[in-house]
């Protein structure tokens, strides 16, 4: 009898399961149609090759212009920037704190690197617009400190907690006797580190880069703060506009055309996102699986 309602027990936790795991892949199909649905009619009135690579958006001129070309590679540096910045640091930061750093360290550092996960992006928008900027202007002697640099620098701050946190629990879950046994053949503890025990949890550090470039590329609130929101061809110093503070900023009184292209905007960057992680997974995660089949 006990046999039999555990059977049952695991049935319906299956059953659960299953449900739960078909509501989420059924809410990501509903987000694709719907974007789909509401993205096609502007794409197809304004033309696709005068929407993706178009120069000028003025979306509000008596003749206005819908290209979107200027996000696109805003959206693109911004995010490369924010990697080359905060991937080192994410992780070399979990390295440490996962393998070299005393127990009270790593307690208090993990605890920043929490509150800094549960920092909401305004504030850290507010920070970068009352210290950041201000202190670009003044550095590199500039009309305004609002620009893509400060944007690359504040997304790479917010990519962080995700870095690090993902990439110690990948570390720390490394079996012990893997760096027992490279100790023991005469490799130096940063040797075993970074020779046995990183290619050990690469899979969880990859994982750890594509939840970075998931926030960094899905960032709004914050980097129109710092940014300028500016729709300008992306230059270093200058003030921009990404894909999503191009929707965010508009919305409220978007009509017509113009709030069709706004979710023509909102697909393009749906579908950005799923090909930077579908490429991440494949060459990062592919790679690691690569390694354990050799």
């Avoid at 704190?97 to 307690?107: E, G, H, I, N, S």
């Avoid at 200058?238 to 965010?248: D, G, I, P, Q």
Wanted: net charge positive; aromatic share 8%; proline share 4%.
């Amino acid at each position: 009898m006990t046999k039999i309602k555990k059977q049952a027990f695991e049935r319906v936790i299956h059953g659960i399961f299953l449900i739960l795991g078909l509501v989420t892949v059924g809410c990501v199909l509903l987000i694709t149609v719907y974007l789909i649905i509401a993205g096609i009619p502007a794409i197809a009135e304004i033309g696709l090759s005068e929407f993706l690579f178009g120069t000028e958006w003025k979306s509000t001129s008596a003749e206005p212009k819908f290209g979107i070309l200027p996000f696109i590679l805003t959206s693109v540096y911004g995010t490369a920037g924010a990697i080359v910045l905060g991937v080192p640091v994410g992780f070399m930061a979990a390295v440490y704190l996962a393998k070299v750093a005393p127990k009270k360290v790593k307690f208090a550092v993990e605890a920043a690197v929490n509150l800094l996960a549960g920092i909401p992006s305004v504030v850290y928008g507010l920070v970068g617009m009352m210290v950041l900027v201000p202190g670009i202007k003044q550095i590199f002697n500039l009309a305004d400190g609002a620009s893509l640099l400060a944007s690359i620098i504040v997304l790479a701050i917010m990519i962080l907690p995700s870095i690090i946190k993902v990439s110690i629990t990948s570390l720390e879950a490394v079996p012990k006797e893997y760096e027992e046994a490279s100790l023991a053949l005469g490799a130096t503890k940063i040797e075993t580190y970074f020779k046995v025990s990183v290619p050990a949890a690469k899979s969880g550090i990859a994982t750890a880069v594509v939840l970075g470039v998931g926030r960094a590329i899905g960032e709004a609130m914050a980097v129109m703060m710092v940014s300028g929101n500016a729709p300008n061809m992306p230059s270093i110093f200058e003030s921009v506009r990404f894909l999503t503070t191009a929707v965010a900023s508009e919305m409220a009184y978007s009509q017509g055309l113009q709030r069709q292209a706004l979710f023509s905007i909102a697909l393009v960057l749906f579908l950005f996102i799923m090909l930077i992680n579908a490429s991440l997974n494949f060459f990062l995660k592919g790679k690691s699986r690569e390694g354990k089949n050799k």
